[in-house]
């Protein structure tokens, strides 16, 4: 019996649809490898409180130091001046927190974040790169806490001066992770500036600091 072309179409596509019905597969098998990876999405927005990955110190300040080669001791003035100052300034302001600040350090660059009264948001941030980083020790007399370094700082009119920047850690043993924090830090930019070419063997040790002291216990 002849059909017109509209109708042997329709009977060609539910006969193809039936075939396709009977020779269904199962649907595939969904494993998940990481449950605590999945994030859920919501209907309702919300907002995460942002975190920052370093240690928890109090900002002492900065000040201009002389010099371009330093040595063991090189920051203790610089520093016994910012411990001072800082003292008298928490001695007449109870309102300034022990904790005001989380230093990160990373490749190529190194982060201190200021904090809020309440310690939990960043109100300002400092950015220090790497290779300014003349020298930094976690060993001075006037507190086993205390972390600094020097900074070669540019000016806008491309002078540079050399600015001592201290923090004080929560204990000893912070100071000294963050003074080998650094050291991964410079080895790491070092290696990357200078398979780069940006930097020579001859001009590494006027790039990055000759020594950075850690000292030991006892």
Not at 100 to 127: C, K, S, W, Y
Request: charged residues 25%; contains cysteine.
């Amino acid at each position: 019996m002849w059909q017109p072309a509209s109708e042997r179409l329709q009977t060609m596509l539910k006969t193809k649809l039936n075939v396709l019905t009977l020779r269904k597969e199962p649907l595939p098998t969904v494993i998940f490898h990481e449950p605590e990876a999945i994030e859920l999405c919501s209907t309702t927005p919300h907002t995460k409180n942002r975190t920052h990955t370093g240690y928890k110190v109090t900002y002492l300040g900065k000040v201009t130091i002389s010099g371009t080669h330093f040595l063991s001791g090189c920051t203790e003035s610089a520093v016994v001046g910012l411990w001072d100052t800082k003292r008298t300034s928490v001695a007449h302001d109870d309102s300034i927190t022990s904790s005001n600040g989380i230093l990160e350090i990373r490749p190529f660059q190194v982060r201190l974040h200021h904090l809020d009264g309440r310690g939990e948001t960043t109100v300002a941030m400092d950015t220090f790169q790497v290779a300014r980083i003349a020298y930094c020790t976690a060993d001075h007399n006037v507190s086993p806490n205390v972390f600094a370094w020097i900074y070669r700082q540019i000016n806008d009119d491309l002078t540079f001066q050399m600015d001592c920047h201290a923090v004080e850690c929560e204990s000893k043993l912070e100071a000294k992770k963050l003074a080998h924090s650094m050291m991964e830090a410079f080895k790491k930019t070092f290696h990357s500036m200078h398979s780069d070419g940006r930097i020579h063997k001859s001009s590494s040790s006027d790039e990055f600091p000759e020594e950075a002291s850690t000292p030991d216990d006892g």
